[in-house]
T-cell receptor, first 109, second 116 residues
Framework: DAKTTQPTSMDCAEGRAANLPCNHSTISGNEYVYWYRQIHSQGPQYIIHGLKNNETNEMASLIITEDRKSSTLILPHATLRDTAVYYCMTQGGSEKLVFGKGTKLTVNP | GAVVSQHPSRVICKSGTSVKIECRSLDFQATTMFWYRQFPKQSLMLMATSNEGSKATYEQGVEKDKFLINHASLTLSTLTVTSAHPEDSSFYIC????????????FGPGTRLTVT
């Protein structure tokens, strides 16, 4: 079973920030938080990962709470092409990525 | 970024035949490759993990004699669906990992298999 909990779906207006939450209350000290997304009928795409500090790259920002039990992926200016299923996962060491059900984000014009 | 390719992107085959799907890491050497399956409106389900030169490790419930995996080199893994049946119709996705911490897995574009 997946070790994370995400809302089933979310909507966001184009141009606004999309904030996608994820709960991972059982995360262990050596596990990273990973975010991937899957646009319809394509392979998943890596977005960002972090351990305990907040991270930012050209795609998104990742905010991890101090207790590391939850995180939020932020797409600062969502576009229609950001419509996808977003997966939050935790992984440590050589573990394999296990996908949960993810959050279906719909960006509306 | 790292690129993983899959071939073919779509394949239609008749029931009882075998189909081979290739997965290649184009610009890096993959010590580990993974095969996933995804049914419509469902999440990805890990089928097996393969390390170059070793036998694949299959997830519980996945028939290793039906889904043959070969990871013959650091850039190529193949999945052969043997004696395919309509219930094997699915979206098959591979991913490759370079083996560095923190690990990042790069996914292929997927192969849509339809068994008639």
């Amino acid at each position: 079973d997946a070790k994370t909990t995400q809302p089933t779906s979310m909507d966001c207006a184009e141009g606004r920030a999309a904030n996608l939450p994820c709960n991972h209350s059982t995360i262990s000290g050596n596990e990273y938080v990973y975010w991937y997304r899957q646009i319809h009928s394509q392979g998943p795409q890596y977005i960002i990962h972090g351990l305990k500090n907040n991270e930012t790259n050209e795609m998104a920002s990742l905010i991890i709470t101090e207790d590391r039990k939850s995180s939020t992926l932020i797409l600062p200016h969502a576009t229609l092409r950001d419509t996808a299923v977003y997966y939050c996962m935790t992984q440590g060491g050589s573990e394999k990525l296990v996908f949960g059900k993810g959050t279906k984000l719909t960006v509306n014009p | 970024g790292a690129v993983v390719s899959q071939h073919p992107s779509r394949v239609i085959c008749k029931s009882g035949t075998s189909v081979k799907i290739e997965c290649r890491s184009l610009d890096f050497q993959a010590t580990t490759m993974f095969w996933y399956r995804q049914f419509p409106k469902q999440s990805l389900m890990l089928m097996a993990t393969s390390n170059e030169g070793s036998k694949a490790t299959y997830e519980q419930g996945v028939e290793k004699d039906k889904f043959l995996i070969n990871h013959a080199s650091l850039t190529l893994s193949t999945l052969t669906v043997t004696s395919a049946h309509p219930e094997d119709s699915s979206f098959y996705i591979c991913s490759a990992r370079a083996g560095q911490r923190p690990y990042e897995q790069y996914f292929g574009p997927g192969t849509r298999l339809t068994v008639t």
